[in-house]
């Protein structure tokens, strides 16, 4: 007697591709593991090898992480390149690289303006713009905001203001792709605990945390794993939203 084959169970994302920017650590990372682990074959980027490794070894087979420095548009042309070459047509584009800035106004530097912008606008527009040829038909863009960007926090005046104008660019860009079926929204984290504080402000880190903590109306940080469906469900499931800022910060900026 013959034996039936054995049927792989079908999972909610088998057959998509994604790439995420900034995807080798924190919120990116935890998207990525989210959508793999859904059947998704994710291409995660990163600037730093060992953190890319990492990210590779938690994929497993159904990531890939490349390295790409968001502010070099050489960087940005070689990962049109290269996704063309793994994938062919990417179903969903999640730009989440960019860095943070916690510089009172008056000691902001020209150079520090510079890289924040860099990274956190213009190598989104132009990674947007270079993989756009590859996004298929009903993809979704999905850019990585802040709440910063609707508040008014002592210190993040740089931070905020380069995460307004990715607020924009979910506007105008969803509207220059629509014709194309291809949707463009914001995802806006609020306090997550990812150890960001910790590596860029440790000096003040417990204190933010408290003040954080105290604001929010769940009385907690969020953890990624919170914020990973909330990328899934615009990226794929929110077929007819185009241009809004889905705001994940446990009801903080809300209530």
């Not at 508040?151 to 509207?175: F, I, Q």
């Not at 945390?209 to 909330?230: L, V, Y």
């Amino acid at each position: 007697m013959e034996s039936e084959p054995i049927r792989r169970e079908t999972k909610r994302y088998d057959g998509k591709n994604v790439v995420i920017t900034g995807g080798s650590s924190g919120l990116g990372l935890a998207a990525a593991r989210y959508l793999v682990d859904g059947g998704a074959r994710v291409l995660v980027t990163g600037r730093t090898r060992e953190t890319l490794d990492d990210a590779a070894r938690r994929l497993g087979d159904g990531g890939l992480a490349v390295r790409s420095d968001a502010s070099s548009l050489e960087d940005v042309d070689a990962l049109a390149d290269r996704v063309r070459a793994e994938f062919g047509t990417v179903h969903a584009l999640v730009v989440n690289a960019g860095i943070g800035s916690f510089d009172p106004f008056d000691e902001v530097t020209e150079q520090t303006f510079d890289r924040v912008f860099a990274i956190n606008v213009k190598g989104p527009f132009f990674t947007v713009q270079k993989l756009a040829p590859v996004l298929a038909d009903g993809s979704c863009v999905v850019l990585t905001t802040s709440t910063a960007n609707q508040t008014g926090w002592d210190r993040l005046s740089v931070y905020s203001a380069s995460k307004a104008a990715l607020r924009s660019m979910a506007r105008t860009l969803s509207r220059e792709l629509l014709p194309r079926n291809i949707r463009v929204n914001a995802i806006s984290p609020g306090s997550i605990d990812t150890g960001k504080l910790e590596k860029e402000v440790p000096e003040r880190a417990a204190r933010l945390k408290a003040e954080f903590t105290a604001s929010s109306p769940m009385g907690r940080f969020g953890h990624p794993d919170e914020f990973a469906p909330a990328v899934a469900f615009l990226a794929f499931d929110a077929t007819f939203v185009a241009g809004i800022e889905l705001v994940v910060d446990g009801g903080d900026s809300q209530l």
